[in-house]
Nanobody, 122 residues
């Protein structure tokens, strides 16, 4: 079992930055792939980024490549998403999630946080 709690959401103007954090409970955090997803009103949940167990490998959605960076600290059981050059279309509820295999598919993720709202104004 892994429990996930996100923080760091908020409101920012276009071009600004936010850093999301996800704190995980449990001793097996380092055995999980960690991912970030987002869901905008009226839209399906979509993949944002994922990171391997060691942190050596990452994957990003095309829409955030070059702007967002995912990282993890296994000693602190945390995963972060640094978001730069934010755009209004980045507005969504952001979720962190844990999976056993490296994937961009939401159904592959076993555990989910409650989400944190990110709002980007133009």
């Amino acid at each position: 079992q892994v429990q996930l709690v996100e923080s760091g959401g908020g409101s920012v103007q276009a071009g600004g930055s936010l850093r999301l954090a996800c704190a995980a409970s449990g001793r097996t955090f380092s055995s999980y792939i960690m991912g970030w997803f987002r869901q905008a009103p009226g839209k399906e949940r979509e993949f944002v980024a994922a990171i391997t167990w060691s942190g050596a490998g990452t994957d990003y959605a095309d829409s955030v490549k070059g702007r967002f960076t995912i990282s993890r600290d296994n000693a602190k059981n945390t995963v972060a998403l640094q978001m730069n050059s934010l755009k209004p279309e980045d507005t969504a509820v952001y979720y962190c999630a844990a999976a056993k295999g490296f994937s961009s598919i939401s159904t592959e993720y076993l555990y989910w946080g409650q989400g944190t709202q990110v709002t980007v104004s133009s």
